[in-house]
Structures are given as structure tokens and as C-alpha cells.
């Protein structure tokens, strides 16, 4: 029998060739798309990026048919290399949990870099906080991890599971990647309670800029009051905290870091009042904060945040204040009535100085000032400063010549005061900072003065007493308020200021006598007296060719001037609305017990309305109960 022949060229083949060929041709188009996506990855690869969404086993593991011919991506544990960039653990468990006692709660997260690409099958750590954020690797209260390391999926996601123990607590799971100190480690605050209940998380805050830093403090304390005891009646008994409704363990240490505590196990539904108190390094509670209205939500842990703020210092008591004043000066630049006191200040220093000056000052000082006959001017004048001057100083003791500089020291003396006195508060601020009805008492003068003095330091003092003002010199009862930074202002009120007294008593009382007789202090000598002691009138009148015998020197450089003098000071009494005063101080806590210990930058603006007014500046350092140490203030301009 002959073979068959085979069919025409142009015939149909048959049907199962025709399958066979089907199937090839899918699967080389299959093969050939796939070579295509992977040119075109290799081409495009520098400018996209490449999600892993499990791929071949991906798809066998849903059920679906591999495709023959195409190879699956590697599977197992082999550690792939981590993508470059940054690395970001990323919850997918909320980072506050309350848990019943006895339940189990997975605790998951992503790992992924750049923000966006999953990192897959690395090694993660995780471990048990307690309260104090110390490991707990025999757990919490009975709370447990189910593991303490994993490794994350293709998808970069990692879980452990914490199973709660039957006892309430309050503890931290900290998840890391021990291979990557860069990466920064993610921590849950978990709360462990019965059904029913929530928890509360406190944060406590330091609001700056305050009195203190985070080097005063040591530690803080949250106590939950009833929702019926207000703030403001919490802060009025703060630093005594009484009738609490839950008094939670001390925050310790408290820095600028994290400062929380949790309250686990409170009834849901109760709203309360949370005041915080942050203590120094000596237990002394330094600043105080409160948050209204807290709820607990059933089976939820709430965070809140508690802000504080300074605690009020106790100012009540005396301090021992030194002032410094410089009042001539400013006399003598207000061009107003009262120039005419600094005219007598500057005649009384020039005293003793060459004869022109001297001369010069007599003639036209007083002939200024002395409201006389105009002829007894032209002939003074007539004679000449320089004649005048030398015969006062021709004619001069030394030891009188000498009581001239004194006196003229002692000008510049009360020119530029230096106060030993003291500022008493008879009170705390009240609700509104305010310090009402406080006293500045003036007590003595302090200046240096080399009379009679051979020692290094010539340091005087002369108290009021001795000046022989038998009432205060000065009285200033004022208001003053605790500003928001901290600092306070001495409120604007009227003085009352012997300043002519003190003068003329520190020079009949004091100076002078101790000026003409080194054992004379306290035997008081008036001007009038001094003055006809110091000018030899005879002779000046014999030198400008007047009879020796005339009263016209006495009446002229003895009793006109030592009246002019005494009634140019004495309107430095200054009463009423005549001197107003103001200033302001920064209060300091020095051993943090809040009891204000010194007023540091103390700054005085005093007004005296005369005429057209002036005004000079003033400052004082002052510390409780005793002197300061540090050196006197520096008079500057008052704010």
C-alpha cells in the first residue's frame, strides 16, 4: 500500500496541529511581553521607583495558576539589602492604647524609606517599658509580649501581639531596628485597666520665657481633683493641695525632654480638674499649672497637656535698701525756679578755690542773688573779682581754707546721694499682681569723706536722727505691680523729701563742727556763725579802700549769704504733689523657696514740680533682712 500522501500546502491543517501552534505562539508572546516590561524597567529604572507588591508568589498565594516559563521572585528569609535613603518606622497601631486586663492587642508597624518604599525582611526589636521607661523583659504587672523580634514582611509590615495581664498599669512598648542606630525607634503608651474604665496621660509644660530653667527643677507631681473644685480655687491653696480625688506618682527627673505620667483605671465618664506642680532642686515648689474639665473615655487612654506658670513669691517683709540719687545736677540744668538752689550749691563749692574764681563767684553770685542796692554791686564790681578773691584768700587760715573745700565736698556729697534705708511690703501680690500699701524708709547717709581720716577706706555715715530732723526725712508709701515678664513697677506716687533738711543738717550738725574741731562732731554751728568765722571782713574792706569798721562785708558775704543759703535749701522740702516718684525692680529667688531673697535692678524716675519741673534718676539694690554684698548701684536713666 502506498504511504499517504501529505496534504496540499494551501490546505488546512488539521485541528490539532492547529492547538499545539496556538499555545506556542501565546506562550512566545507571553515570554516576549515580558522581556519587553523588563527592557523597559532596565531603561527607565534611574527616573521611577519600584513598589513591591509580592509579585509571581504573591498571585500563587491567592490562588491563582503560575505562568509556565516565568520564574517567581526569590522567597524565604534572605535578608534583602536595605534601600538607600531614609528609614522611618511607621505605626499602624494607634500610639495610645487602653487594653482590658486579659485581652491581646497586635501592635503593628511599616517599615519603609524615603517615605513611600517598603523595607522588606528586616529584623525589628521590640521591648516592654515600665512607668519609669526602664526595661521590663519579665513584663508589667503581668503584661507580656508575645515576641521580641520579628521580621517584616514584603510589604515592610512587622506586629507582635501584648497581651494584658490581670493588674492595672501603665507601661511603653519601644519598637527599633537594632541594625540601624539612625532609625529613630517608635513608642506606644499602653494603659492596662478593667472594662469600664479609661486612662488619662498627662503632660506636664514649663512655658517660657519664667523666672526659672529646666537646671532649678527636679520633679513634678499631677493631682486630679473633682470637677466641683475649680482651678482657681486649686491655685489659691497651690503649693497645699488638699482633698485630692487621685494623687499620681512623681514625674522624676523633670528636664526639657518628655515629662508624662498616666493615671490607669479611672471610671469612665468622670470629669476632673488636673493641677500640676513642678519642685527645685531643694523640694520647693517653683510653678504651678491646671487643666479644666478632664473626661475619662471608656476604654480610651486621653492625653492632656498641662501648661505652667511661675508660682507667685513671697514679697512680704523688709529689705535693706542702698539708693543713689544724683539731684544737683539736674537742679542745676532745669532753668527754672529751682537753678537758683543749684547757683548757691555751685557758689558754696567754688569756696576756697584761686582768687579770681573765688572773687569772681562772690561779686557776681551774690549781686545775682541777693536782691540789695545796685550802688554796692557796681562798687564790688568796681574793685574787681581778683582783688576780692585775694583778699579773702590772703587773709585765710589754712584750716579755714580747708572747711571751705569741706563744705564744698560735702555739696557734691548731697549732690550725689547714697540712702541706706529700707522697703518694707506688708503683702503678697494679690489675684492680680498687685503689692498695695508698702513703705520706703530713708535711715541714714553713707559717703566717703577723708577729714580727719587716715585710714584706706573713709567710709562715713550719719543717720537722720543725728542731722537732727526729728521727724522722717523721707515718707513714700506706694503700690506696685508684678508685671507679666516677671519684673515689677513701682506704681507713680507722691514723696515726701526732707532734702533741704538733710543738707543744712548734715552741714551745721555734722560737717562743720567736725570740720573746725576734730572732737567738735554734734555741736551744731549755723552758717551765719561759719561765715563770720571764714571772711576777714575787715580786711577785704580795707583792700577795696571801704572803712574797715562798715558792716557792708558782714551784711554782704556773712548774713545775706548764709540767709540765701539756708533759704535756698530749705525749698528742697518737698511734700504732696511737689515730688512724684516711680520706678521698677526685677525680683530674685535665690535659693528657690520662692521667697524673694533680693530687688535687683532697681531703677527710681523722680519728678519734681517746680516751675517748669525736672526730673532725675535714681537706683537701688536691696536684700532681705540684711545688705546687700555686691557694690552699690550705678545711677542710669529709668526706664
Not at 201 to 221: C, D, E, L
Not at 284 to 297: D, M
Not at 563 to 581: C, H, P, W, Y
Amino acid at each position: 500500500m502506498p504511504p499517504p500522501s501529505a496534504p496540499p500546502a494551501c490546505a488546512p491543517p488539521p485541528r490539532a496541529a492547529r492547538a499545539a501552534r496556538a499555545v506556542r505562539a501565546a506562550r512566545a508572546a507571553l515570554v516576549g511581553a515580558w522581556t519587553l516590561l523588563a527592557l523597559l524597567a532596565a531603561a527607565c529604572g534611574e527616573n521611577s521607583l519600584s513598589y513591591d507588591t509580592g509579585g509571581a508568589a504573591a498571585g500563587a498565594a491567592a490562588g491563582e495558576t503560575p505562568i509556565a516559563g516565568v520564574t517567581a521572585p526569590p522567597q524565604g528569609n534572605t535578608p534583602a539589602p536595605p534601600p538607600a535613603g531614609a528609614l522611618t518606622l511607621e505605626a499602624r497601631t494607634q500610639r495610645q492604647l487602653f487594653v482590658n486586663t486579659g485581652d491581646t492587642v497586635a501592635i503593628e508597624l511599616r517599615y519603609i524609606a524615603d517615605g513611600v518604599r517598603p523595607v522588606a525582611n528586616a529584623r525589628l526589636s521590640f521591648e516592654l517599658l515600665d512607668q519609669n521607661r526602664m526595661p521590663a523583659p519579665a513584663g508589667v504587672g503581668g503584661t507580656n509580649l508575645s515576641a521580641l523580634n520579628t521580621v517584616t514582611s514584603e510589604v515592610g509590615v512587622a506586629a507582635v501581639s501584648l497581651i494584658a495581664g490581670p493588674t492595672p498599669a501603665t507601661l511603653y512598648v519601644r519598637a527599633f531596628d537594632p541594625a540601624n542606630a539612625a532609625t529613630a525607634p517608635l513608642v506606644w503608651d499602653v494603659v492596662v485597666g478593667y472594662a469600664g474604665q479609661g486612662s488619662l496621660s498627662f503632660q506636664v509644660k514649663y512655658q517660657t520665657p519664667g523666672r526659672y530653667s529646666y537646671n532649678n527643677f527636679a520633679s513634678a507631681k499631677v493631682t486630679l481633683f473633682q470637677e466641683a473644685v475649680s482651678c482657681d480655687l486649686i491655685r489659691q491653696s497651690a503649693p497645699q493641695l488638699n482633698g485630692a480625688y487621685l494623687a499620681l506618682n512623681e514625674i522624676r527627673p523633670f528636664n526639657d525632654i518628655t515629662n508624662t505620667i498616666s493615671a490607669p483605671g479611672v471610671d469612665s465618664g468622670v470629669r476632673l480638674n488636673a493641677a500640676a506642680i513642678i519642685y527645685g532642686t531643694n523640694g520647693a515648689p517653683l510653678a504651678f499649672g491646671c487643666a479644666p474639665s478632664v473626661q475619662v473615655q471608656d476604654g480610651r487612654s486621653t492625653t492632656v497637656e498641662i501648661m505652667t506658670t511661675d508660682l507667685p513669691m513671697t514679697f512680704k517683709g523688709t529689705y535693706v535698701a542702698l539708693h543713689r540719687f544724683d539731684m544737683i545736677e539736674a537742679l542745676v540744668q532745669s532753668g527754672g525756679a529751682l537753678a537758683t538752689v543749684g547757683q548757691v550749691f555751685d557758689l558754696l563749692r567754688t569756696l576756697g578755690g584761686s582768687d579770681a574764681t573765688v572773687g569772681g563767684e562772690v561779686i557776681e553770685q551774690l549781686c545775682d542773688l541777693i536782691d540789695i542796692d545796685e550802688g554796692i554791686c557796681s562798687v564790688v564790681r568796681t574793685v574787681g573779682s581778683r582783688a576780692v578773691g585775694q583778699a579773702i584768700n590772703n587773709n585765710l587760715p589754712p584750716q579755714l581754707r580747708a572747711t571751705l573745700e569741706i563744705i564744698g565736698d560735702t555739696l557734691n556729697i548731697v549732690g550725689d546721694l547714697t540712702i541706706v534705708g529700707e522697703l518694707e511690703f506688708t503683702s503678697n501680690p494679690n489675684a492680680t499682681g498687685q503689692l498695695l500699701t508698702n513703705d520706703n524708709r530713708w535711715n541714714k547717709m553713707r559717703f566717703d569723706w577723708n577729714q580727719s581720716c587716715a585710714q584706706p577706706s573713709c567710709e562715713r555715715e550719719v543717720t537722720f536722727q543725728q542731722l537732727g530732723t526729728r521727724s522722717r526725712a523721707v515718707a513714700g508709701v506706694f503700690d506696685a505691680q508684678v508685671e507679666s515678664d516677671g519684673g515689677v513697677s513701682i506704681l507713680e506716687h507722691p514723696f515726701t523729701l526732707g532734702y533741704g533738711a538733710i543738707v543744712l543738717g548734715l552741714l551745721e550738725t555734722w560737717i562743720i563742727p567736725l570740720a573746725l574741731n576734730p572732737n567738735g562732731g554734734g555741736q551744731e554751728v549755723g552758717l551765719e556763725e561759719l561765715l563770720d568765722t571764714l571772711l576777714p571782713c575787715a580786711e577785704i574792706q580795707d583792700a577795696v579802700g571801704l572803712d574797715p569798721n562798715s558792716s557792708l562785708c558782714r551784711d554782704i558775704l556773712v548774713v545775706a549769704l548764709a540767709e540765701i543759703v539756708r533759704a535756698q535749701v530749705e525749698r528742697l522740702n518737698f511734700s504732696g504733689d511737689t515730688l512724684k516718684m516711680r520706678g521698677s525692680f526685677k525680683p530674685l529667688d535665690e535659693n528657690n523657696d520662692l521667697t524673694v531673697d533680693r530687688l535687683d535692678e532697681g531703677r527710681w524716675r523722680g519728678r519734681i514740680n517746680v516751675g517748669s519741673g525736672v526730673e532725675f534718676d535714681g537706683c537701688f539694690t536691696a536684700c532681705r533682712a540684711m545688705e546687700c554684698a555686691t557694690p552699690v548701684c550705678s545711677v542710669t536713666a529709668a526706664p
